[in-house]
């Protein structure tokens, strides 16, 4: 009897067709699931009968609780190389093998900028009006050249971003609590003082930080309003870094031009979420890493774990 893998949040339902899964189709029927679970015992009922399950990035959490509820579960695959949402520790308990994928962090620096641009010169506005024969020009685009762009984080996605910003004639600072100067000089950046003088001084902000105790929550209320009300923040990390509701109150009352959003608190967003109708926000439903060539790697690589953990030795585990 062939084994049963569940693919999970496949929303653009390609998961078969982007990868060759002729390597384990005789031993394993693959099933994808083009809709989201919204709650942990939907999820569970819906994988009782799976022995594998395959999901991207950190959309879907793996608690113990789940886990605990999943005796047939023996592979998990996500995404990545690393995600925060898997209960390491129960997967081992329950008898599940967790192995990752290879992911480019390019798809997420160009949607930065996708995010970044069009926020600065008001693409979406000037596309609605000359498809709905609006006003001819409505917007003023704030530049780019001369202008600060201030990092909070400057990983692999952080340097990079920090590297079209200085193509485009930015000015670029740094900050993030274990940054040197070495390293930001490196870069070709500069070392900002704190975070709140990068906060303080940016023209534009993006967040590019991995979500941890120390970095939840960094953006909040107080350190919202050090922005200048000219400038726009940016975030493609991890909702909860930014306060979502201090950010929809700083967009309200007009305190920055503008936010680009990619990442929620809540995904995918309730119909009637807030962040749905927020002014001065541009935002796109978890985009950073939905490329063809991340999902040719992750779906690709998936079918790999399979037929390692199949043939007796998992590759790539997580844990």
């Known amino acids: 009897m062939r084994l049963r893998c569940a693919v999970l949040d496949d929303f653009q339902d390609i998961a078969t067709t982007v990868a060759d899964w002729s390597a384990v189709q005789d031993r394993v029927e693959v099933v994808p699931f083009t809709g989201h679970f919204t709650s942990e015992d939907e999820l569970a009922a819906a994988l009782a009968d799976f022995d594998i399950a395959v999901t991207l990035r950190e959309r879907v959490p793996f608690p113990a609780s789940l886990l605990d509820r999943l005796p047939r579960l023996r592979l998990l695959v996500a995404s990545g190389m690393r995600n925060s949402v898997i209960d390491y520790a129960a997967a081992e308990r329950n008898g599940v093998t967790v192995c990752g994928t290879r992911s480019s962090s390019t798809p997420p620096v160009e949607l930065t900028w996708a995010l970044l641009l069009g926020l600065a010169r008001g693409i979406v506005t000037e596309n609605n009006a000359l498809r709905t024969g609006g006003p001819w020009q409505s917007t003023v685009g704030a530049d780019l050249n001369g202008r600060r762009l201030g990092l909070l984080g400057l990983g692999k996605i952080g340097s990079r971003v920090a590297q079209v910003g200085l193509a485009f004639g930015m000015e670029v600072t740094a900050w993030s609590q274990n940054l040197t100067k070495e390293r930001a000089e490196e870069a070709g950046v500069h070392l900002a003082s704190s975070k709140e003088e990068l906060l303080r001084t940016g023209d534009f902000v993006s967040v590019h930080l991995v979500l941890g105790e120390r970095t939840r929550g960094l953006l909040g209320a107080d350190e919202l309003a050090l922005l200048k009300p000219t400038a726009y923040l940016v975030n493609t990390s991890r909702s909860a870094i930014v306060d979502q509701d201090a950010l929809l109150a700083a967009l309200h009352e007009g305190r920055i031009a503008g936010a680009g959003v990619d990442v929620f608190d809540i995904e995918p967003l309730p119909a009637d979420h807030p962040m749905r109708t927020a002014p001065r926000l541009l935002a796109t439903p978890h985009l950073g890493y939905v490329s063809q060539h991340n999902y040719r790697t992750y ?18 585990r997580l844990g």
């Open 299 to 316: 779906y690709g690589q998936a079918v790999e774990d399979i037929e390692a953990y199949l043939a007796g030795d998992p590759v790539r």
